[in-house]
């Protein structure tokens, strides 16, 4: 681990960061977003492709549900769509980002600053929403296509690592689901993965059972 993070370090002080979020498919998520208004008191799953996929409303019958996940999204794109999300003052927000993160490079300290400037932005601006960290998913390195994912289960494990110390930190609630998706190697269990990064539609309905169980729904 430590030759692991060595080299991270290393090259995130040479490398130049991508921290552009903004592509056509994010411009036209926001684009129904603002027609798809969030309900106050919602319950909002923010995240990246890995929430978009969820039919959450579904999965949660009765409950006022938003879903503002964005295929491909960053921290910083998060952030940038963050003023929207509090304005409806949502009861609990479950957020799920970072593997994008990760599989542009980023250090841990831009992802955990970004995380930062996430947690003080939703106290100053809806103090009374839950705001719920879950852990970024492990990949599956076998069913992975793009190279860039491979061997990025190390980066996952540390990054959930400092989350969790994080959420101490600010009193927040740290969602750990690595025992519902991992295997025994650590990697994304093969019955819940699409395609090694992505899960299936299966997996969603355990997820939500998952949180209901431990009383976060």
């Known amino acids: 681990m430590f030759c692991f993070l060595s080299s991270w370090n290393a090259f995130a002080q040479t490398a130049q960061l991508d921290s552009n979020y903004v592509n056509p498919h994010y411009e036209l998520r926001q684009k129904e977003f603002r027609t798809q208004a969030i309900s106050r008191n ?26 503002r996940g964005i ?13 929207s999300i509090l304005a409806a003052k949502p009861s ?44 970024v998913l492990p990949l599956r390195d076998e069913m992975l296509k793009p190279d860039y994912l491979k061997g990025l289960n190390p980066a996952v ?40 990064i992505h899960v299936t539609d299966g997996a969603y309905p355990v997820w939500v059972q998952y949180l209901k169980e431990k009383k976060y729904l």
Do not use: C, M
């Open 71 to 83: 295929g491909g999204d960053i921290t910083h794109g998060v952030l940038a769509r963050l003023d």
């Open 157 to 196: 494990t540390s990054l959930n690592t400092q989350l969790q110390t994080f959420t101490k930190k600010h009193k927040l609630t740290y969602i750990n689901l690595h025992p519902v998706f991992a295997d025994a190697n650590g990697q994304l269990k093969k019955e819940y993965s699409l395609d090694g």
């Open 92 to 135: 609990k927000i479950f957020l799920l980002i970072g593997i994008n993160d990760l599989s542009r490079r980023f250090p841990e300290a831009v992802i955990l600053q970004n995380y930062e400037r996430l947690v003080r932005r939703v106290k100053q601006q809806s103090p009374k929403t839950r705001l719920y960290v879950q852990s």
């Open 42 to 67: 919602a319950v909002v799953f923010l995240g990246n492709s890995i929430t978009a996929r969820g039919n959450w409303a579904q999965l949660l019958p009765g409950v006022p549900v938003a879903n």
